[in-house]
């Protein structure tokens, strides 16, 4: 028997096939370049075997998530059997889902209404559900949430300085990348030992998408982003924390409409706004130009930022952990934020950090407390971890 995973992001579809204990994988791999630019490569269709066997290579027509997901579904009716559940990752799960639930239309109807609130992810990781349920009808398909982890907060971590009638209409922090952070938390005891990974730790999440999370003794307890996945840390095309007074401006004194705005702060900000070239950290470590250099400074400085004031709510820190593409793969972006951060007691082994590429890793000069750690996250080893949960806890159903 066995459990499918879906990540079904705007540029990038991730897939993965586990045996039902939700802890062996079989297979992986991934679609990418998809979405409006026609400056990226073709789309790429791949994968393999866990043990690094080559099963698959090629180039797609047509760059439409999609059609992507129809090829995907077509390409795994014919290597994986017995499928028992789909574990589909889904954003946002608003103030109702704080677990993995089954898709039915009572919860498609209401996810879909949580749209405004995730436009980049909530959308594809809907179509995705919907494309496979259609393909896979036999199986069980479960939604898993990034905002569950962080439900855990207390409601004082979870306000804004707002009316509480906002409040109890669910304008709140909810918090976002919860798989990536439950899955890198539940490492931490083996990783850094009993004493450390289950004190206060704080994990920065670093992609495309970057968030900073709090965590005691596995739990999380506060986090850089809030009611959407645009608050916090400086991102590939999204600008983090604003004063919201810019955007009162921008619509009263420069005409933008709500969709301008939007469009503004999701799509043409960050590391891309910023540097007028690319959203790509790896693009804008290579250029010699100074806006490529400025965007990555600003980059460090937001994430420094984020961190130092999730220390308040953590009361102390005793690590800082790096995970996701950029966390896990920059040496120069982690030196810059490790550097605006050594007031702290951080002390950053340079050899450590620039040889330290996607493998767990301390990163800090033995014996610095705070300790500095690399550890590789992997979202769809936690998509298939929760969905096995939730096929032991129904198994009588």
Not at 136 to 157: G, K, N, V, Y
Not at 178 to 184: C, E, I
Not at 246 to 273: E, K
Request: hydrophobic letters at 40%; one cysteine or more.
């Amino acid at each position: 028997m066995t459990i499918l995973t879906l990540n079904a992001g705007s540029a990038t579809l991730k897939f993965a096939a586990y045996f039902d204990d939700g802890e062996r994988p079989l297979l992986h791999g991934q679609i990418e370049h998809l979405g409006p630019s026609t400056s990226d490569p073709p789309p790429r269709f791949y994968a393999c075997r866990a043990d690094g066997q080559h099963l698959l290579e090629t180039v797609l027509p047509q760059r439409d998530p999609e059609t992507a997901l129809h090829h995907l579904a077509a390409w795994l009716e014919t290597e994986v059997s017995s499928v028992t559940a789909v574990s589909h990752r889904i954003v946002h799960g608003g103030p109702r889902y704080s677990r993995p639930t089954l898709l039915d239309d009572e919860a498609f109807d209401y996810l879909e209404g949580l749209v405004p609130l995730a436009p980049l992810h909530q959308p594809h990781g809907l179509a995705g559900a919907r494309i496979l349920q259609q393909q896979l009808p036999q199986a069980r398909h479960l939604a898993c949430f990034d905002t569950a982890f962080h439900r855990t907060q207390s409601e004082l971590q979870q306000r804004y300085a707002l009316p509480e009638e906002l409040f109890r209409l669910g304008i709140r922090r909810y918090g976002f990348h919860g798989l990536s952070y439950q899955y890198v938390a539940e490492q931490l005891p083996q990783v850094l030992g009993e004493r450390i990974g289950r004190g206060r730790v704080i994990i920065v999440h670093l992609g495309n998408g970057a968030s900073a999370c709090a965590v005691v003794n596995g739990r999380s307890i506060a986090s850089s982003m809030g009611f959407t996945a645009l608050e916090g840390l400086m991102m590939g095309s999204r600008c983090g924390r604003i004063d919201p007074g810019v955007l009162l401006y921008l619509q009263d004194s420069l005409d933008f409409s709500s969709a301008d705005i939007a469009d503004l702060l999701y799509r043409r900000s960050g590391l891309l706004g910023v540097s007028g070239i690319s959203h790509d950290m790896r693009q804008l470590q290579a250029s010699a130009h100074p806006a490529a250099r400025r965007a990555v400074e600003l980059f460090c400085l937001m994430a420094a930022r984020e961190i130092a004031s999730l220390v308040v709510s953590s009361g102390g820190i005793d690590a800082l952990v790096f995970t996701a593409g950029i966390g896990e793969h920059s040496a120069l972006v982690r030196a810059g934020i490790v550097e605006r951060l050594e007031w702290l007691g951080f002390r950053l082994d340079p050899e450590a950090n620039h040889q330290t590429i996607a493998t767990t890793s301390c990163i800090s000069d033995p014996g610095s407390q705070p300790s500095l750690w690399v550890i590789p996250t992997n979202e769809e080893a936690m998509l298939a971890r929760q969905a096995a949960r939730w096929l032991e806890e129904h198994q009588s159903a």
